[in-house]
């Protein structure tokens, strides 16, 4: 099982720059998937950034050039560096994971990243 605790929100100016860590703890060998999504209000769900486990990325096309996904194995740590924010940024931010191909995801609480002038 893994439980995941998340860090990083909080209010910047479009242009802006946060830092989005989350961190994995419990009892695993492995997580074969790590990621991002978003959800604002009166709207989906949706993936930001994933990162396997041999570091292969995926990311929104909205957020392709400004975000960057990053891992740390050792760690049990994913990273969510986001550049040049704009307001249709403003979420909030969950980490999940799956262990294994097939098991069920592990949701964090969320952090809210608010982009405003």
């Known amino acids: 099982q893994v439980q995941l605790v998340e860090s990083g929100g909080g209010l910047v100016q479009p242009g802006g720059s946060l830092r989005l860590s989350c961190l994995a703890s419990?009892?695993?060998?492995?997580?074969?998937?790590m990621g991002w999504y978003r959800q604002a209000p009166g709207k989906q769900r949706e993936l930001v950034a994933s990162?396997?486990?041999?570091?292969?990325?995926n990311y929104a096309d909205s957020v392709k050039g400004r975000f960057t996904i990053s891992r740390d194995n050792a760690k049990n740590t994913v990273i969510l560096q986001m550049n040049s924010l704009e307001p249709d940024d403003t979420a909030v931010y969950y980490c999940?994971?799956?262990?294994?191909?097939?098991?069920?995801?592990?949701w964090g609480q969320g952090t809210q990243v608010t982009v405003s002038s």
């Open positions: 999940n994971a799956q262990l294994y191909s097939g098991s069920s995801w592990t």
């Open positions: 419990g009892s695993f060998f492995y997580i074969n998937v």
């Open positions: 990162i396997t486990s041999d570091g292969r990325r």
